[in-house]
């Protein structure tokens, strides 16, 4: 379920590039980003240990 957004500002040659791309690949720019945005959390974030939780709550 999508009940938030975000706005981003980025260059006019990146966006339309990048929105060139996708109507290539017949594909919308949102799910390319959310894509994006879901493979970057899964190879960015890191498990809590124990440890981390008992630090954090001192």
Request: hydrophobic share 30%; net charge positive; aromatic share 6%.
């Amino acid at each position: 379920m999508k009940d938030s957004g975000l706005r981003i500002r980025i260059e006019r040659e990146l966006r339309e590039k990048f929105i060139e791309v996708c109507r290539q690949q017949d594909r919308p720019a949102a799910q390319v980003i959310r894509e994006f945005m879901r493979a970057y959390i899964a190879d960015n974030e890191t498990p809590e240990t124990p440890e981390k939780k008992k630090r954090v709550s001192r």
